[in-house]
């Protein structure tokens, strides 16, 4: 099961109201999780699965120049449900893991006019000068997904160009 989900609202904490607050949670981390236990169910029945969750990493260092407090937060959140999950239900032959990419150039990102003086900052902060492609994405997707790792699970593996590095 992959399990992704997000959203952003780009406020600063103090004028960020709480149901802007609220409706990053519920679709970040409250979504996550609903979706999770949903398949850990029918995995669990079974005794066996693998939970992919995407977190970000934004859920380990605090973006900038952008004021995000509740998308942070909330993938910090889904890093810690998915090593949660991993635990409780290690001995039952499901695995759950998750995934924090960095900045990553999909159509939707790369065509939003609002978002290209981010983009260029965002690359100008890169250690590798640019953002990730989607298809970069790929084969941990497929590592974690398939039977190559049984031993992998309550893992995050962060994949961002070095960003989070410093």
Not at 72 to 87: F, Q
Request: net charge neutral; hydrophobic share 40%.
């Amino acid at each position: 099961c992959y399990n992704n989900a997000g959203i952003c609202i780009n406020q600063p904490a103090e004028e960020m109201t709480f149901e802007q607050w609220k409706k990053v949670i519920d679709i970040n981390l409250t979504g996550v999780y609903l979706c999770a236990t949903a398949a850990g169910r029918v995995m669990l029945k079974q005794g066996y699965g693998s939970i992919i969750n995407t977190a970000s990493m934004s859920g380990h260092i605090v973006n900038v120049p952008q004021p995000q407090c509740a998308y942070n937060a909330s993938k910090a959140g889904v890093i810690m449900l998915t090593k949660s999950l991993a635990v409780e239900w290690a001995k039952k032959g499901v695995r759950v893991n998750c995934i924090s990419p960095g900045y990553i150039g999909t159509e939707l990102i790369m065509n939003a006019d609002h978002l290209k003086p981010l983009i260029a900052q965002w690359n100008a902060m890169a250690p590798m000068g640019r953002v990730g492609k989607p298809e970069e994405l790929q084969s941990i997707l497929v590592y974690l997904a398939g039977d190559s790792c049984p031993f992998t699970t309550g893992s995050d593996i962060v994949v961002d160009g070095a960003f989070t590095c410093f």
